[in-house]
């Protein structure tokens, strides 16, 4: 099985423009996340679900939106791009055990200019 | 709010040095802890993890990890390095139990071990 996968790997957007961001897990886990990366702040939490048709804001909701309308996919939207949303962005996934381990695909670098 | 802190940003060793890289957490309740690494490249994957028991956990390639409840830490070592470590690798906390498995993740360390 592939495990967690992203599209696209990179992308570069103009400030205002809009896209979404595709993950999706073939490991039949309930658990999905969003996070972002900036270089020397780890990861940060953007919105996670826990099953179909749930999702709910982490530490840094702010200019994104989700939807989970499969257990398999959890897409990423950002409206209205702006520079501050340059980063590198990671979905992982995680079974629906008590502290499962996450598992991370191979992530998005998105250049907002 | 809960908070990772990881000690040191980037550390530079020659092969077969010893590792330790510090992680505390800010959190008085139960917790599961991890290691994640990143390799150049790559995406994360997880190294070792922490739950219950005993407080020496091993991980893959020969790293361990000890937590130590009294000092909310989760230190990552290796006795000998190997230049294929060379990599970035973030300690992370969940609570346990609830919390959706929810990670809170250190500003990660940049090892470079040189030849």
Known sequence: ?113 | AQSVSQHNHHVILSEAASLELGCNYSYGGTVNLFWYVQYPGQHLQLLLKYFSGDPLVKGIKGFEAEFIKSKFSFNLRKPSVQWSDTAEYFCAVNKAPGGYNKLIFGAGTRLAVHP
């Not at chain 1, 939807?67 to 897409?75: G, I, V, W, Y």
């Open chain 1, 1 to 113: 099985n592939a495990g967690v996968t992203q599209t696209p790997k990179f992308r570069i957007l103009k400030i205002g423009q809009s896209m979404t961001l595709q993950c999706a897990q073939d490991m039949n886990h309930n658990y999905m996340y969003w996070y972002r990366q900036d270089p020397g702040m780890g990861l940060k939490l953007i919105y996670y679900s826990v099953g179909a048709g749930i999702t709910d804001k982490g530490e840094v909701p702010n200019g994104y939106n989700v939807s989970r309308s499969t257990t398999e996919d959890f897409p990423l939207r950002l409206e209205l791009a702006a520079p501050s949303q340059t980063s590198v962005y990671f979905c992982a996934s995680s079974s629906g055990v008590a502290g499962g381990e996450q598992y991370f695909g191979p992530g998005t670098r998105l250049t907002v200019t």
